[in-house]
């Protein structure tokens, strides 16, 4: 049996503030896997959508330890979507952030965070938005890696262009560079998808440090933004 808990959620990790605008509609959407929460506008049944993928969120407490909860504290990328003024917008939470599934553990937001499951319930949740119409994937930190992922393995979903937000675009050289254990159980991308695309990084990051970056994109569509830290600023896409 499924639990809800996103109203509570909201006032626990400080999201009340973020106001959500009266054309967004509030979904959890049903997946094979987990279920996704979702924030939707949509104003065009034929225009392409932009689709805006969370990060890791709390996956880990300040002292290293995995949360109990990884719904995140940062409103960042679903500020972002909500000021996107395109006609069609979603944002998307990740696997067990806001509201839980029975099979949801820990190792779903640490370990196994970029696991076949966890990709394809996002890629799940585009698909259901979507439709068959064209799509623009924005990812912010983990989520980066998640719609490269996606575009990667779902060439049924058609991205017209991808936008990360200080990315994660390979966790094995990342681990590797912050001596962290290996995400076993998640996938990985090996190349960047040939797609499109523009890498936004912050050049005070210190969670994906901007020498990374540069390192797996080849320097190519990558912007660094000096002042920027992992939680921004970023330009607001238009």
Not at 95 to 107: M, P
Request: charged share 20%; proline share 7%; aromatic share 12%.
């Amino acid at each position: 049996m499924k639990y809800f808990v996103f109203i509570f959620l909201l006032y626990l990790c400080g999201c009340a503030t973020l106001k959500t605008p009266p054309e967004y509609q509030y979904k959890e959407i049903a997946t094979p896997s987990f279920s996704i929460a979702a924030w939707v506008k949509e104003s065009n049944k034929t225009e392409l959508f932009h689709i805006y993928i969370e990060g890791d969120g709390r996956a880990f407490t300040k002292s290293g330890y995995p949360s109990n909860n990884p719904t995140p504290h940062s409103v960042l990328m679903r500020e972002m979507a909500f000021r996107d003024k395109a006609p069609n917008v979603a944002y998307l939470a990740r696997s067990c952030q806001f509201v839980k599934d029975d099979i949801c553990t820990q190792k779903d937001w640490t370990t196994e965070r970029f696991s076949a499951s966890a990709v394809d319930s996002i890629a799940a949740a585009v698909k259901q938005i979507t439709g068959k119409r064209p799509v623009e994937l924005y990812g912010y930190s983990g989520g980066a890696l998640i719609s490269g992922l996606i575009i990667e393995n779902y060439p049924q979903i058609k991205v017209q262009k991808w936008i990360t937000y200080a990315g994660l675009l390979n966790h094995k050289s990342w681990a590797e560079k912050q001596n962290l254990a290996p995400l076993s159980g998640s996938m990985d991308l090996e190349k960047l998808p040939d797609v499109p695309q523009i890498h936004y990084v912050g050049g005070k990051d210190k969670v994906i440090p901007p020498e990374l970056s540069k390192q797996w994109t080849g320097n190519k569509n990558l912007i660094i933004l000096p002042k920027s830290t992992h939680n921004g600023p970023f330009p607001q896409n238009k």
